[in-house]
């Protein structure tokens, strides 16, 4: 398989999802049975964007934005209703073998395959004949793996007795035991404590830092994006609303920044200088415009007896939540319901 260009190329991807519909009561189901309704949900409208090989980006949106529909496109599940995709140079649904094993979808909210009765073992076993792994590089990459996620514990285990937590470290290896280029990561730390969501993160990190795997992830959870993704892309209705660095979507979406300030002076009164989120005694935490973020610090500190001033960048969360706000009042497209 040959690799020209980008890793990941998606132009004007489209998918459309045909739904029955009916209205609630029995003379509406026997109606429904006469004549069926149907109506159109446009899950992905146009969409088009590149990722580089080794690039680790994230795919952000709101509930229903049309990131797991994307992801299982890309990941050969899903026939788009229209637009071109190249992975690898392949066609994702075409589903080639060669192509099948150079990726991997890994679903937090089902980590692990489709036999819950065998035991971990057999499934790294199972996993190992269907995609041809050599027994070498199978207990080179078990062994690696088993060390960064702690499995040995777990191997002589039935999959159907793994708490969550347990079935995404083991649902992890099991996807990466035949080393894909690609992982397109949907929600992997969804449900997970604090410490197990961290070592997922950490993991990922490690694995495509290693093997330069590119990675396409959804969460909701910031700090899996911002420890694992400096670019980011923002899906909303099916259309992407934004495609670039952190920076600049906090730019973009959080025109404000905090000046948190700490003065000698105890009758200073800082309020004409921006909104008081904070006053702790001498120490204010100030948002104001990203714009005039220099010349406010200027005139607070030729006014005042400064201890102590730092600019801070609204946490991404911040920067999300405005986001979404925004995206609500004014959708990045309207997603037509047609009947
Ligand atoms: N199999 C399906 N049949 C009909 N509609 C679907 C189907 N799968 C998804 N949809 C609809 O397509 C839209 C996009 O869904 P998708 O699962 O891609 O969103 P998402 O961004 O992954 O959302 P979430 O963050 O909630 O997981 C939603 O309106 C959803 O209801």
């Known amino acids: ?28 189901a026997a109606r429904s049975l006469v004549r069926r309704q149907y109506r159109d949900v446009h899950a992905v409208q146009d969409i088009s964007f590149k990722v580089a090989a080794g690039e680790v980006v994230g795919f952000l949106g709101r509930n229903g934005a049309g990131k797991t ?28 073998t060669q ?19 065998l035991t971990v073992m057999d499934s790294f076993r199972y996993q190992q004949v269907l995609y041809d792994v050599a027994e ?9 793996l088993s060390a960064l996620l702690d499995l040995d514990v777990l191997l002589r285990r039935q999959v159907r007795a793994l708490s969550l937590g347990e079935r995404m470290r083991a649902g992890l290896a099991l996807a990466l035991i035949y080393r894909p280029k690609i992982l397109f990561l949907d929600e992997p730390t969804i449900g997970l404590d604090l410490s197990a969501a961290k070592a997922v993160r950490t993991f990922v990190a490690e694995y495509s830092a290693q093997t330069g795997a590119t990675v396409l992830l959804t969460s909701h959870s910031m700090a899996d994006v911002e420890s694992l993704c400096p670019r980011l892309i923002l899906v909303d209705n099916g259309a992407i609303a934004f495609d670039g660095g952190r920076d600049e979507l906090s730019s973009v979406f959080a025109p404000t920044k905090l000046i948190r300030v ?16 904070q006053r702790d005694g001498n120490q204010w935490l100030l948002r104001v415009d990203r714009e005039v973020v220099p010349t406010t610090t200027a005139r607070i500190l030729s006014r005042f007896t400064v201890a102590d001033l730092a600019v801070e960048e609204p946490s991404l969360e911040n920067v999300m939540d405005q986001a979404y706000q925004r995206l609500r009042q004014s959708p990045a497209a309207s997603r037509s319901i047609t009947r």
């Not at 050969?76 to 649904?93: K, N, Q």
């Open 1 to 28: 398989m040959t690799s020209p260009g980008p890793t990941v190329a998606v132009d004007e991807l489209c998918m459309t999802y045909r739904v029955p519909v009916r209205n609630p009561g029995l003379v509406a």
């Open 69 to 96: 529909t994307t992801l299982k496109i890309l990941a050969g599940i899903l026939h788009p209703t229209s637009g071109r995709v190249r992975v690898l140079g392949d066609v994702p649904w075409r589903r080639h």
């Open 99 to 117: 192509y099948l094993r150079a990726i991997a979808l890994i679903r937090g909210s089902q980590p692990i395959g489709d036999a819950p009765e």
């Open 136 to 144: 070498a590089d199978f207990r080179q990459n078990l062994a690696e």
């Open 262 to 277: 700490a003065v000698t002076e105890d009758d200073a009164d800082l309020a004409s200088y921006g909104d008081v989120l």
